[in-house]
């Protein structure tokens, strides 16, 4: 493909031209498909001649330009249409400033989720400054993540993948408030959820669920965290054990219960289509999922043949009680109850999964902090579905549960909320957020635009939206963070891979102007590629300062200077343990032979807070770093002879340079 066409303001006829014809035109017949099927339902008052600011394009034409970077399948939610022009936002004096001053901190934690960087990325809010990351599924050497025994068993025990692909970070509640305990992520990449312990900011647990490929949605169960859910994206056999891979039909997807403390898989349930993302209500009841594919496709022309999805609430006390009954089907050592339409279980009167039909293939579900509705944004449709959470229950047609579904805008995906019953969804077409009202939706015949309250446009497609604290039931309504998949013009060039551009506005004034309000504030360049994020205040979040030896009390020793010491246990193995502060190691130097298996065991003693130390053998490719009070291991083979250095990372004293050890591998 030719680079050039995705400059900003380009002339797409021109780059159209550019040599790969065919495959242009396969995008755009698929694409036609699904036009028709947007534009048929709103094309009685948005006219596709509608100029987008800054580009001599028309709203078709800038579809078709998406198809020559992406494919139709970008609308799926996690790939990119292109967009271009630049429409830059003054603040108009009634918002309040953004920077925080030097040696300030600021006012909220966020947590973003990396994409297939496979980690969680710390931002200040509203400052947007880039705090921390929290490696996950990836190896990070800067803080010896997947370098040390204990963390690189965990990830070798998960699977042993070198990457994730990190979506959806979910923090822990109690009462529906955010308790600052953990933090929860699914792997796309490779079907596993994965759990940040919040006192650390350290992953401590990877589970790689069963009998599912790729986890997509992961959320806790609100309000009080008693599950972890999660959803299989793909559809594979029961077991995907080679049966059935040329009968699709059999393909199934998987919810998944996991227990948040062991993180042990509880229990999965299978249903019809594919399921794809997650949220819960705030009673403890429902889960309810968005689905696309119940035409149950393997090729994309299928899945998106039929003008229907069926959204899954799944009645989560209700399977409970079908797995203590024994109704389910042990496969790979977890009970799978059937969820499929026709299940036994879903005959009667109260079905353990609700179908409800939407306008097809929904991308997202987002459940407001009152736990009343939860809005499913129509992707393909113009639309959002509002569900009335407490008719899944009572209301006997899954149909009727849709109280609501005004006419948004096109491409809507990701939904977020205030603190005044508004709610803002991202439009992934139109490169806009719309606020709309939520009781006036409800209130509105369907296909409606009598809710809306305003839209502002961001740059460029976006993905996740999300305000502060808008998925717990204390949301606080001042700032918004819009997660752009494309950056274009925005920022200095970096070669032809460009930074992400997280848009930061400002939601606390409601006015009654184009906007309702909204203002953009900031651009935010960021790594590539953070899908979601979730904010919580900074009273929520209480980490520790240092290490607590107790906290490993009895799994690994506090090794002291004067118990650092090398322990030969037989010919070939050795222990070596040692102490280490600033500008020295318990151990000078250690003596070990040719072959030697080696575990060092190594404490930073230092009680001072942000004193770090590392533990660099060049050539070993070891590399421990130790926060005050921690202990780690590291176990490798002797097979080279000679001198080692040994080294510290951090830069932790004037004599940092001095600080030395020396491993003397002796020829055997
Ligand atoms: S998905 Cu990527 S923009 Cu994985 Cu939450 Cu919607
Ligand atoms: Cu310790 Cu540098």
Redesign the pocket.
């Known amino acids: 493909m030719s680079h050039d066409s995705v400059s900003a303001g380009a002339d797409r006829e021109g780059s159209d031209s550019s040599g790969q014809e065919s495959t242009l035109a396969d995008h755009e017949a698929q694409l036609n498909a699904v036009l028709a099927d947007v534009e048929g339902s709103s094309a009685d008052d948005e006219p596709i001649s509608l100029e987008l600011p800054g580009l001599g394009m028309n709203r078709r034409d800038f579809m078709k330009a998406g198809a020559a970077v992406g494919t139709v399948s970008a609308l799926a ?2 790939a990119s249409l292109t967009g271009g022009g630049t429409n830059t936002q003054t603040t108009s004096g009634d918002v309040p400033d953004h920077t925080v001053a030097p040696g300030e901190h600021d006012e909220y934690y966020g947590f973003w989720s990396g994409g297939h960087a496979g980690d969680i990325r710390i931002f200040g809010l509203p400052s947007m400054r880039e705090l921390t990351r929290i490696p996950v599924f990836n190896r990070e050497p800067a803080k010896g993540y997947g370098f040390d025994d204990e963390t690189n068993a965990m990830l070798e025990d998960a699977g042993g993948y070198t990457w994730g692909d990190s ?2 970070p979910s923090l822990s509640e109690t009462d529906g408030k955010y308790d600052g305990n953990y933090l929860f992520v699914n792997d ?1 990449a490779n079907g596993r959820v994965a759990r940040v312990n919040l006192k650390y900011f350290e992953t401590d647990a990877i589970t790689n669920v069963p009998n599912v490929q790729a986890v ?1 949605g992961c959320c806790i169960q609100s309000p009080n965290t008693d599950y972890l859910f999660a959803n299989s994206e793909f559809r594979t056999p029961l077991p995907n054990d080679g049966r059935d891979v040329t009968n699709p039909e059999k393909y199934v997807s998987v919810f998944t219960a996991i227990d948040p403390e062991s993180m042990a898989v509880r229990w999965q349930v299978q249903v019809d289509g594919n399921l794809d ?1 997650l949220d819960t209500d705030k009673d403890g009841r429902w889960a309810i999922s968005s689905a696309y594919n119940d035409e149950e496709g393997v090729e994309i022309e299928e899945m998106t043949r039929d003008d229907r999805d069926y959204v899954k609430a799944f009645d989560v006390p209700a399977i409970q009680t079908a797995v203590d009954n024994g109704e389910y089907e042990e496969v790979n050592g977890v009970p799978v109850v059937d969820g499929r339409r026709d299940s036994l279980l879903n005959s009667g009167e109260n079905p353990i999964v609700r179908y409800i039909p939407t306008p097809k293939s929904p ?2 579900v987002e459940v407001e902090p009152n736990g009343k509705y939860a809005m499913v944004a129509g992707k393909l449709s113009p639309t959002v579905s509002i569900i009335d959470i407490e008719k899944l229950a009572s209301e006997p047609d899954p149909a009727k549960t849709i109280v609501g579904q005004p006419k948004v805008g096109l491409g809507p ?2 939904t977020t909320f205030d603190d005044r019953g508004q709610a803002y969804t991202s439009l992934f077409i139109d490169s806009q957020v719309v606020k709309w009202d939520i009781e006036t939706a409800v209130d509105s015949p369907d296909n409606s635009e009598d809710a809306i309250l305003g839209k502002i446009d961001v740059h460029y497609n976006p ?2 939206i999300q305000a502060i604290q808008a998925m717990s039931t204390e949301p606080i309504g001042d700032w918004l963070v819009v ?1 752009n998949k494309l950056s274009k013009d925005r920022f200095l060039p970096v070669g032809p891979i460009y930074p992400d551009n997280d848009q930061l506005i400002y939601i606390g004034n409601d006015k009654d102007d184009e906007t309702g309000g909204m203002e953009l504030v900031a651009d935010h360049p960021v790594y590539p590629e953070p ?2 994020a979730i904010f919580a205040t900074k009273d929520k979040i209480a980490p520790a300062k240092t290490w607590d030896k107790a906290d490993y009390e009895g799994e690994k020793e506090y090794v002291s200077e004067t118990n650092s010491r090398v322990n030969r246990i037989d010919d070939t193995t050795v222990e070596a343990y040692a102490s280490v502060k600033r500008s020295e190691y318990g151990l000078r130097d250690f003596t070990v032979k040719e072959g030697d298996q080696v575990t060092l065991t190594v404490t930073n003693i230092e009680g001072s807070q942000d004193i770090v130390h590392g533990v660099a053998i060049p050539e070993y490719d070891v590399n421990l770093a130790l926060a005050p009070q921690d202990t780690r291991e590291v176990t490798f083979r002797a097979d080279k002879p000679g001198v080692y250095w040994i080294y510290c990372t951090y830069f932790c004293s004037a004599l940092h340079l001095e600080m030395r050890s020396r491993m003397l591998v002796e020829p055997r």
């Open positions: 939610g996690c979506h959806h796309k997509h993302i991308h997202c995906l990701h993905g996740h997660l899908h979601d």
